[in-house]
């Protein structure tokens, strides 16, 4: 089936250090894939997406990479605020039917200023 | 910046009642989605609606709840009988093309007791 699995958390990092939140995917077809970033007490905003294989999807400083041959799309930052705590949930699309789009369990990111 | 918006932000019913859970999505968009999440945890897909028909829909989404686009701006999710276990925190999204990614409102915690 199609599925979207992501690092646990809690990630705790310093502030300026280096992010990582691992994400990988199991699709049929070719789906589109995005990082959705929660802050307590809000809905989900889109953050970044890649549509197709090899584009890479960056806001923000965020980035991430459509890797076909590793079914990854791995979330970066290279310096961290304490503004970026926050829950982070890779997702895909199937872009078929209805567009639906399933979501990693989402990782929660603490950064200590 | 355009918002979908939802109301009530905070709703309790009694277990058996029927709650209405309203969405105005972003006026040019065309796909729309109710997701929901308990507890902060994994975002759950409920249902898309596309040309005034639902698209897809999940296994969650059984004869208890329906949509509704009464008005060509109000989205609707009508759960009929709440049970315990539908208390969670209810997305309504948009989107204008159905694999960019979608436009989530701030939600509506429902609280059953």
């Known amino acids: 089936g199609n599925s979207v699995t992501q690092m646990e958390g809690p990630v705790t990092l310093s502030e300026e250090a280096f992010l990582t939140i691992n994400c990988t995917y199991t699709?049929?077809?070719?789906?589109?894939l995005f990082w959705y970033v929660q802050y307590p007490g809000e809905g989900l905003q889109l953050l970044l997406k890649?549509?197709?294989?090899?584009d890479k999807g960056s806001n923000k400083g965020f980035e991430a990479t459509y890797r076909k041959e590793t079914t990854s799309f791995h979330l970066e930052k290279g310096s961290v605020q304490v503004s970026d705590s926050a829950v982070y949930f890779c997702?895909?699309?199937?872009?078929?039917?209805?567009?639906?789009?399933?979501f990693g369990a989402g990782t929660r990111l603490f950064v200590k200023a | 910046e355009p918002e979908v918006t939802q109301t009530p932000s905070h709703q309790v019913t009694q277990m058996g009642q029927e709650v209405i859970l309203r969405c105005v999505p972003i006026?040019?968009?065309?796909?729309f989605y109710w997701y929901r999440q308990i507890l902060g945890q994994k975002v759950e897909f409920l249902v898309s609606?596309?040309?005034?028909?639902?698209?897809?829909k999940s296994e969650i989404f059984d004869d208890q709840f329906s949509v509704e686009r009464p008005d060509g701006s109000n989205f609707t999710l009508k759960i009929r009988s709440t049970k315990l276990e539908d208390s969670a925190m209810y997305f309504c999204a948009s989107s204008y093309e159905g694999s960019g990614g979608y436009t989530f409102g701030s939600g509506t915690r429902l609280t059953v007791v």
């Open positions: 890649a549509t197709k294989a090899d």
């Open positions: 699709a049929t077809g070719y789906p589109s």
């Open positions: 609606f596309y040309n005034n028909e639902i698209s897809e």
């Open positions: 997702a895909l699309s199937l872009n078929t039917g209805g567009f639906k789009t399933i």
């Open positions: 006026s040019n968009h065309l796909y």
